[in-house]
């Protein structure tokens, strides 16, 4: 008796299994054709483009004949270009690391205060909604020298002697960190929401856990929180460094790369090249080396974060 019932059950799940079968092939089906409008407008915006700016890298600028490698020769060997490249790797860095810094900070705080701070988080997520050409006008007259307003609080709370003894925009050694504080204010509140959205999904148990085995304060944070969350961590990293590499509005409102080129990113170079000068072929060439290399820094940045807790490198 035992076993017949045991072969009839077999049977019903085999016949369950067959019958859910196709429906999960026709789920799937339908899936595909529902991504299909997406893939088409996705090739349509991103590939078309970029295949065009590949042909115009390996053509001459006038656009009549095919000249190899010529156009990435000239920029790797180009000093405006190597230094903009610099300074972009610079503004990347000092960007991505502030607003880490920043964010991670204000997520733990928000994760400890709990509900409490509700209002709070929602008034942090307002920079999110302003746009980058209005934060590079605003941050321009912040800063600028004589009668920002930045200067004159510095000075009044007497970190700086006069508000004019400290040029945020017209100083060639200051001018990238200006460029750097727009693109912090307004996205550290993003870094903040990611991250505070990961620690929602940490088990309490957890935590219990490691208190009870004595973790606390920072101990707990960089040995429990941060790797469990540690994939959210690599598509936030990978996001930001994208998006700062980018930067161009705020930029050429409040400094317009000036002075002296210092503030001046490898996206101002290439707009520049490929738009003012009229160097289609040289500013295309420019381009699709810097995303190789952010497809590089992209992949790094997987391999390095996103791992299964415990593995090594």
Known sequence: MTALLSASGSRLAVGRRRAASPIRKGN????????????FYLLLLVGVPLVKLVRDSVTSDSGTGFVGLHNYRAALESPEVQAAFGRTWLYIAGVVSAEFALGITVALLFYWLGN????????????????????????????????????????DAHILSSPDAFSWLSDPHHSLIAVMLPDIWLTTSFVALVVFGALQ??????????????????????????????PVLAVALIIRGVDASQAFATIALETNGGPDSSSETLSLTIYRAAVRYSQPGLGGAMAVMFVLLLLGFAGFAAWLLWRPTGEKA
């Open 201 to 230: 999904t940490v088990s309490p148990e957890i935590m219990d856990a490691a208190r009870v085995d004595g973790a606390s304060g920072l101990r707990l944070v960089w040995s429990i929180l941060l790797p469990l969350i540690r």
């Open 116 to 155: 409490s701070a509700r209002w709070v988080r929602t008034a942090f997520l307002y920079p999110l909604m302003i746009a980058p050409v209005v934060a590079g006008i605003m941050w321009r007259f912040l800063l600028i020298d004589n009668y920002g307003i930045v200067n004159q609080l510095l000075a």
């Open 28 to 39: 799937a089906r339908f899936a595909r054709l529902l991504l299909l409008p997406a893939t």
